[in-house]
């Protein structure tokens, strides 16, 4: 049973906007928010004086000198005086945290026209700065000085899935095991951003430069590499949900479930391999759209670092738990795969500006869904999966969106 047919209407996403990901000097966190939104707004085919709500999601404001942002999205129009607008926080998921808010409002029918948006500038600040933002996700680590960040808390997860895991993943084509199949997770990753437009990294590094340590592919934290870890951006994109189509110039895309739960800090976890909050929050999302993960065209992962993502396979129920990498080694992911995972190229390749980064990943699906993709565009695709997390499993948001 879906949403719709468990709360008798519709919950549609009717237009978008997305900045391009990357360092932009040119660019306020400011003018970042008023563009995406009003390209969202306009492209739902409303008007500003149309929209009920607005949530913001961005992560750490301490990283730029302007704090309060919730209001930022009213400087586009003096229509939009007077609205209610919420910031949400929930580290690197706090846009999937303004999303659900947002569907949530519409499907109370205390909104009709909710506008989502999340928002990020990173670059301007200094490395420490950014560093020990990140690290106040992590309940251990708030607040002390890191050498490797929050590189080093994924570290660690790979470290005890190749020690679980590591024997049986070595075979031809990935002789060095989980660092092969990391590496061809990145590589993959990098050739899918090469389509995306938004993508803060236009480049196809290829299988053997994101499999070895080099100068220019140095070990951050072992086992992850330069290329296994996202980069630091600035960027936001915005998406209007409403009950109803609003006339806008491309189809609608349907909200038919959507999952969320939290898990405990890693230190209180007995298995640092399994992310239990974020199969759960797939049970959820897919329990409420009424289908599995055989039914889905594509699916949008948080790929903080590789590792995320090959965690992710066995967390959404593509492989059981220890054979993530059949499904990379096979080809399973891949564009012309049974399941293509993020086709945009990824937090890896497109960019993570962290708060932006949930909302980016829902316009992304929606655009695949209404067959506005461009050169991204997957044929036939008419159902997809959105997953964010913060922390390290931490905070875990699941969508499942379909074409109208």
Request: glycine share 14%; hydrophobic share 40%; with cysteine.
């Amino acid at each position: 049973m879906s949403l719709r047919d468990q709360f008798g209407k519709d919950i549609l996403l009717t237009g978008w906007g997305h900045s391009r990901f990357g360092k932009l000097t040119d660019d306020t966190l400011e003018s970042l928010i008023v563009q995406v939104a009003g390209e969202a707004i306009r492209n739902s085919g409303l008007d500003p004086r149309d929209i009920d709500e607005i949530y913001l999601g961005q992560f750490n404001s301490g990283m730029q000198p302007l704090g309060f942002t919730s209001s930022l999205a009213l400087q586009l129009s003096a229509d939009l005086a007077n609205v209610p607008a919420t910031r949400t926080e929930n580290a690197c998921a706090s846009g999937s945290a303004a999303f659900q808010q947002g569907a949530k409002a519409v499907l109370a029918g205390t909104a009709r026209n909710v506008l989502v948006i999340g928002a990020e500038k990173m670059t301007d600040a200094g490395a420490d700065v950014v560093g020990a933002a990140l690290l106040g996700a992590s309940y251990e680590m708030a607040g002390k000085a890191s050498t490797t960040g929050f590189t080093g808390l994924f570290a660690e997860v790979a470290r005890h899935y190749d020690k679980r895991y590591g024997a049986d993943i070595a075979g031809p084509g990935f002789e060095a095991g989980l660092g092969d199949v990391l590496g061809s997770i990145a590589a993959k990753n990098h050739r899918n951003g090469m389509d995306n437009p938004y993508a803060q990294m236009h480049r196809d590094f290829g299988e053997e430069f994101c499999r070895t340590i080099s100068e220019k592919n140095p070990m951050v934290a072992e086992p992850l590499r330069r290329t296994d870890c996202s980069p630091v951006s600035d960027g936001a994109a915005a998406v209007v949900i409403s009950t109803s189509a609003g006339g806008g110039a491309t189809a609608p895309v349907r909200l038919a479930g959507f999952g969320h739960a939290n898990d405990f800090f890693p230190a209180e976890r007995r298995d640092p391999t399994e992310f239990a909050a974020t199969r759960a929050s797939w049970e959820r999302a897919l329990g409420m759209a009424g289908v599995g993960i055989e039914d889905l065209d594509f699916a949008e992962v948080h790929d903080c670092f590789t590792i995320a993502e090959l965690v992710m396979y066995e967390a959404m129920g593509l492989t059981p738990r220890g054979e993530g990498p059949r499904a990379i080694k096979e080809g399973w992911v891949h564009k012309d795969g049974r399941l293509p995972v993020n086709v945009s190229g990824g937090l890896k390749a497109k960019g993570h500006p962290v708060g932006a980064t949930g909302v980016s990943q829902h316009v992304i699906a929606a655009m695949q869904l209404s067959g506005t993709a461009g050169d991204m565009q997957l044929p036939g695709a008419r159902r997809g999966a959105v997953q964010n997390m913060g922390g390290v499993g931490i905070a875990n948001y699941v969508s499942v969106l379909e074409a109208v």
